[in-house]
Nanobody, 121 residues
Framework: QVQLVESGGGSVQAGGALRLSCAAS????????MGWFRQAPGKEREGIAS???????LYADSVKGRFAISKDNAKNTLYLEMNSLKPEDTAMYYC???????????????WGQGTQVTVSS
C-alpha cells in the first residue's frame, strides 16, 4: 500500500524558512517522480517543484530560487526547503508521486494528506 505522510508545516513570519518532509512507504522514492504541490483557499492546486529519479529538478517560477526539492533515498523521504517565505506562500502543501516529470497534478497518482504553511507579514 502506497502511503505519503507530510510533516514540517507551521506558521512563520515573512522572510522566514521551513523544511517540509514527506515520508513514503509502499514504494521507493528513487523509482518514481516526486513532486510538491500547494493549494491556497479559493485557488487551484499549483505544482511548485518536482524531482526525477536521477535528481534533476523542476520548479515553478513562483518559487524558483527560494525553494529547493530534494530526496533521501536511504530514508525514502522527500524534502522541500523553503526560504524567504512570503505571505502569498500560505497554502496547504502536498507531496505526490507519479510517473511523469511535470508540475501537472493529473500526472501524479499518489498524494499525501497535506501540511499547512502559514506566512504572516
Amino acid at each position: 500500500q502506497v502511503q505519503l505522510v507530510e510533516s514540517g508545516g507551521g506558521s512563520v513570519q515573512a522572510g522566514g524558512a521551513l523544511r517540509l518532509s514527506c515520508a513514503a512507504s509502499g514504494y521507493a522514492v528513487s523509482s518514481v517522480y516526486m513532486g510538491w504541490f500547494r493549494q491556497a483557499p479559493g485557488k487551484e492546486r499549483e505544482g511548485i517543484a518536482s524531482i526525477d529519479r536521477f535528481g534533476d529538478t523542476l520548479y515553478a517560477d513562483s518559487v524558483k530560487g527560494r525553494f529547493a526539492i530534494s530526496k533521501d533515498n536511504a530514508k525514502n523521504t522527500l524534502y522541500l526547503e523553503m526560504n524567504s517565505l512570503k505571505p502569498e506562500d500560505t497554502a496547504m502543501y502536498y507531496c505526490a508521486a507519479g510517473y511523469r516529470f511535470t508540475l501537472r497534478s493529473p500526472d501524479y497518482s499518489y498524494w499525501g494528506q497535506g501540511t499547512q504553511v502559514t506566512v504572516s507579514s
